[in-house]
């Protein structure tokens, strides 16, 4: 062989993989840390905000975790991971109201860390009078609600809901002053 074709041929790795190997390997290592990260601090808030949109906690933390799974299989294609990750919780528990048929079970399923003990849960909503709010609104106002309270802007709501900015405005204010009015209610009470 001459020393022109030696040189372009691929030389075997020390630790029994390629050079292009070893650089997949590190790429699939940053996008596991960068994920990680992205998980953690996302899931617990995905879930309240489908919470916000009136989905139980047991359907809000099984969307919440299929959705992340969808995240980390296509993490390098997506550009905004956490507007994706909602926009795509979002339709699956539309998808999840849609569908009437119901599935009762015999026990109730086990705690996991992303749900906590029922009597936790039941504390948790007990404190936030937002939840009592938002489950009277209706679904549009709820939606719009749920994305502001998840620190999306007007105008990434209207993007990721393919709505016109305007008219996420005028639901964000309806919901709003429907808010006000019954939290006014509820203190005269």
Known sequence: MSEEASSRAPRPAVS??????AVQERQTSVVDEEFAAFYRLHVKRLIAFL????????????????????????????EHHKAWVYKVASRELIRKFSDARESPVEEIPE????????????????????????????????????????????????????????????????AR?????????WEEA
């Open 111 to 174: 705690s996991s860390s992303l749900l906590p003990d029922s009597g936790g849960v039941s504390e948790w909503e007990s404190q936030y009078d937002a939840l009592r709010v938002l489950r009277i609104l209706p679904p549009r106002q709820r939606q719009i609600m749920a994305w502001t309270l998840s620190d999306f802007t007007p105008a990434e709501i209207a993007e990721q809901l393919g709505l016109s900015s305007e008219a996420v405005r005028a639901s964000l204010k309806k």
């Open 177 to 185: 002053q429907a808010a006000t009015a019954l939290v006014r209610e």
């Open 51 to 78: 919470i916000n949109q009136n989905a139980s906690l047991n359907d809000a933390a099984d969307i919440a975790q299929a959705t992340m799974e969808k995240l980390y299989q296509r993490w390098n294609d997506i």
């Open 16 to 21: 029994g993989i390629t050079p292009r190997q």
